[in-house]
């Protein structure tokens, strides 16, 4: 069961644009969410997170907002740079620590 | 702090057999979850173990199973391998100090080919 969904395989943006990346979710339970960025042959790294007592987070040119009655969540990045190429990946957990993540948005940045 | 460790790297294997893959977490890290990752799927969760024992467990058929050790070592074992078990197993650590929840840490993961 695909409890975190991520609608878009791929998005492609010019350097200097905002990257939007979205996600959403089925389980009401979930109360914390993180985006995870994976470049290939490496593990996800830990991007940014949420608490779902929060409707956004700021971390330098990386902002996720949280629309907990919509169930969705985005990333979003600006500028974006070459080096954000990557997969995305959204998770969500409930407090058991369960956690799961969606299927992953490849990013592209073209100079 | 060394990162998350996972062993081996590559490893080919034909179908019906079985496999052991490890994985140490970041010192001082008490979590351990495993996850496979396909095309298109994304992360699958399979396990998380905690304090050698098993906390949490997703939708996997029960030739995947796991342990962790006293050191918070984990090893992830598939036996009778099938071809669609092909898949980067992902490991990851996190601290799980009480406070919901934790950030995982990934290792670079194990790459599985099953022909």
């Known amino acids: 069961d695909q409890q975190v969904k991520q609608n878009s395989p791929s998005l492609s943006v010019q350097e200097g644009r905002i990257s939007i990346l979205n996600c959403d979710y089925t389980?009401?339970?979930?109360?914390?969410f993180l985006w995870y960025k994976k470049y290939p042959a490496e593990g996800p790294t830990f991007l940014i997170s949420i608490s779902s007592i929060k409707d956004k987070n700021e971390d330098g040119r990386f902002t996720v907002f949280l629309n907990k009655s919509a169930k969705h969540l985005s990333l979003h990045i600006v500028p974006s740079q070459p080096g954000d190429s990557a997969v995305y990946f959204c998770?969500?957990?409930?407090?058991?620590?369960?956690?799961?993540f969606g299927a992953g948005t490849r990013l592209t940045v073209k100079p | 702090k060394a990162g998350v460790t996972q062993t081996p790297r590559y490893l080919i294997k034909t179908r019906g057999q079985q496999v052991t893959l490890s994985c140490s977490p970041i010192s001082g890290h008490r979590s351990v979850s495993w996850y496979q990752q396909t095309p298109g799927q994304g992360l699958q969760f399979l396990f998380e173990?905690?304090?050698?024992?098993?906390?949490n467990k997703g939708n996997f058929p029960g030739r995947f199973s796991g342990r962790q050790f006293s050191n918070s070592r984990s090893e992830m074992n598939v036996s009778t391998l099938e071809l669609g078990d092909s898949a980067l197993y992902l490991c990851a650590s996190s601290s799980s100090t009480g406070v919901p929840p934790d950030t995982q840490y990934f290792g670079p993961g194990t790459r599985l080919t099953v022909l």
């Open positions: 389980n009401s339970m979930f109360d914390y």
């Open positions: 998770a969500a957990s409930a407090s058991n620590n369960d956690m799961r």
């Open positions: 173990y905690f304090s050698e024992t098993q906390r």
